[in-house]
């Protein structure tokens, strides 16, 4: 099993630590420091929401800025890196942390950047957790990764269940190629939806991609009657259009990367139907909404990386999790050694978080069980909540 895995190497990275190798505190005229590393695309096709994923985490470290280990006070230092949402850049973005003597990673909007990564994890035996990336393989190939979102999976049949539910028969399927994301949530709503005796149209688009006029096209002339296109923001922004300019004509229907204002942005006052699942619905949680709404109007760096409004992503209240699963494992642990962090991991189990409660299977996957539908409301620009849903 995973945690025994986990407790074993952890042991003998212990012994190395012990011989002069790291923990990722220093001492300053502040008091020591523990390192959080923060493993998120600043940039490229996924900044936008890599941006707003960070946001959640530095809110939790401007709120709670220190934390006791044993019996010492340590300031809390985020030390960010940009993966570009570039699988060979994520490469050298995870070495740079590494070698900055972080204790845990938190990291990345971005399946494939994360995968991409995790062998330089596993090698440095650094303890990571995944914030929003959904894919299975970030986890199942990587005994260092840990996440705190549902996966694939579940969301690809939540949103199969979900359409089907809605009366839709015949569904386009759009993804990206080569986008470890994409493909795989398409391909886990195709299953889902076949079994449940759907039927289906699938194309992928190429990378640098930036005319979807033939994808729209496709899905009217095919007869579908449900677009399922979980991309990126940029790419969505531009296929919004598209179903606007060409009259779609049916629901759209995509995963947690549209839970953006991005999303909502390129669909006010356009004749289009979006339905999201993600991991939180604004309203959730009050006292949350409001100070990290407080914080980005009085912040213009922070407003700006949130698109330039204070309307709530799904995945900064993630990240803001994710801060604070990273501080209760660095407690559990009772230091800032990685190795004593990753085998604190798979019993961790946190609760009185925004997105729910948080504990790990065996493969270090969070057990969650629900997803938030919500609806773009295009005269207000606004996600509307529609329900929870399971994938049963």
């Not at 393989?137 to 005994?143: I, L, N, P, R, S």
């Not at 899905?219 to 598209?242: H, R, W, Y």
Request: aromatic letters at 8%; one cysteine or more.
């Amino acid at each position: 099993m995973k945690k025994i895995l986990v407790l074993a190497l952890s042991l003998v990275l212990a012994m190395l630590a012990l011989a002069g190798c790291g923990g990722g505190s220093g001492s300053g005229g502040g008091g020591d420091t523990v390192k959080i590393g923060v493993f998120e695309p600043a940039s490229g096709d996924n900044g936008a929401g890599g941006k707003q994923e960070i946001l959640g985490m530095e809110y939790a470290n401007e709120m709670t800025p220190t934390v006791t280990i044993g019996d010492k006070e340590y300031n809390v230092e985020l030390v960010k890196v940009d993966n570009e949402s570039d699988n060979s850049k994520a490469v050298t973005a995870a070495q740079n942390l590494v070698s900055q003597n972080v204790s845990v990673v938190l990291g990345s909007y971005g399946s494939g950047v994360s995968i991409a990564a995790a062998d330089v994890f596993a090698d440095a035996g650094m303890p990571a957790i995944g914030v929003s990336c959904t894919n299975p393989q970030v986890t199942a190939d990587c005994e260092q990764y840990f996440r705190i979102c549902f996966l694939d999976p579940f969301q690809g049949t939540v949103l199969a269940n979900y359409a089907w539910e809605s009366g839709c028969k015949k569904a386009y399927c759009l993804s990206k190629l080569g986008d470890d994301y994409s493909v795989g949530l398409v391909n886990y709503f195709v299953e889902a939806f076949k079994e449940l005796g759907g039927e289906v149209v699938e194309e992928q688009f190429p990378d640098k991609n930036s005319d979807f006029t033939s994808y729209v096209a496709n899905a009217k002339n095919k007869g579908c009657d449900v677009f399922f296109a979980p991309v990126s923001t940029e790419a969505a922004a531009l296929i919004i259009d598209q179903a606007e300019a060409q009259a779609l004509g049916m629901p759209i229907l995509a995963g947690d990367t549209w839970d953006s204002n991005v999303i909502t942005d390129a669909a006010k006052g356009k004749n289009v139907d979006i339905t999201v699942t993600t991991f939180y619905q604004e309203g959730g949680n009050p006292e949350f909404d409001e100070g990290i709404k407080e914080w980005m109007e009085n912040n213009s760096t922070a407003m700006t990386n949130n698109g330039g409004n204070t309307d709530l992503a799904a995945v900064t209240a993630l990240g803001y999790d994710a801060y604070f699963v990273a501080l209760e494992a660095l407690k559990a642990a009772g230091s800032t050694d990685p190795a004593d962090v990753l085998a604190a991991l798979p019993s961790l189990k946190v609760s009185g978080l925004v997105c729910g409660d948080v504990s790990f299977n065996e493969t270090g996957d969070a057990n969650k069980t629900e997803a938030f539908v919500k609806h773009c409301n295009t005269e207000s620009g606004a996600w509307e909540f529609v329900k929870t849903q399971s994938a049963e």
